[in-house]
């Protein structure tokens, strides 16, 4: 029997489905004396007999080796993908598995021999990223047309913006005032303006 799904699971709903599983309380503890520690995540058995209702999914990457740091926050709302580049003036880092590949590899000799590459983004977009990103994969599954600063799209935007900085405060993301803020802790989380003209 196959079935397919068109949720969408995050990672974080592994730990609360095993913890769900065998019937297992998620622990009660506190980090650094704050508010106590709380799953994001939903559990998938649900999933087994009827269809849960996932329509968000939420994402985060820091760093992918510990020379490759590039901070990305992201919802994926229906079949809206929103993404926040929060270090998007510095270039995308390249892994070296990924560099040393041949799809890399013909990428960069075509990109210096100015020859097309055949791919929906030129190598500097791949690498310098606008700071907000907005995809509609209904119309643009390849993510190729972004609509952050298209009008018709600016109350989506703003939605998203604030659905995605919501779901930063709730998780305790130390990442949550960048790029334009530096986050303080005292007397509560704020965010604090480093007025850098960005």
């Known amino acids: 029997l196959h079935y397919f799904s068109p949720s969408l699971p995050p990672s974080a709903d592994l730990t609360p489905t095993v913890l769900d599983w065998f019937s297992v309380p998620y622990p009660s503890y506190s980090l650094f004396g704050k508010r106590r520690v709380q799953l994001t995540g939903k559990s998938l058995l649900p999933a087994l ?24 926050r992201a919802v994926q709302c229906g079949s809206l993908r929103f993404i926040h580049n929060l270090q998007n003036l510095t270039p995308f880092p390249i892994d070296q598995d990924f560099y040393v590949s041949p799809t890399f590899q013909d990428l960069l000799n075509r990109t210096q021999g100015g020859q097309p590459t055949h791919w929906n983004k030129t190598l500097h977009s791949y690498y310098y990223r606008e700071r907000w990103e907005l995809y509609d994969h209904s119309t643009d599954p390849t993510e190729s047309q972004n609509l952050a600063s298209d009008p018709r799209y ?4 703003q939605e998203l913006q ?13 990442w949550v005032c960048m ?9 509560s989380p704020q965010c604090r303006p480093l007025h850098h003209e960005l």
């Open 179 to 187: 790029p334009d803020g530096v986050l303080e802790d005292k007397p």
């Open 49 to 72: 007999s009827s269809e849960p209702p996932w329509a968000t999914v939420f994402a985060s990457q820091s760093l992918h080796e510990v020379t490759m740091h590039y901070p990305m």
């Open 162 to 174: 604030g659905l995605l900085l919501k779901w930063q405060w709730a998780t305790d993301d130390p």
């Open 154 to 157: 600016a109350q989506v935007l």
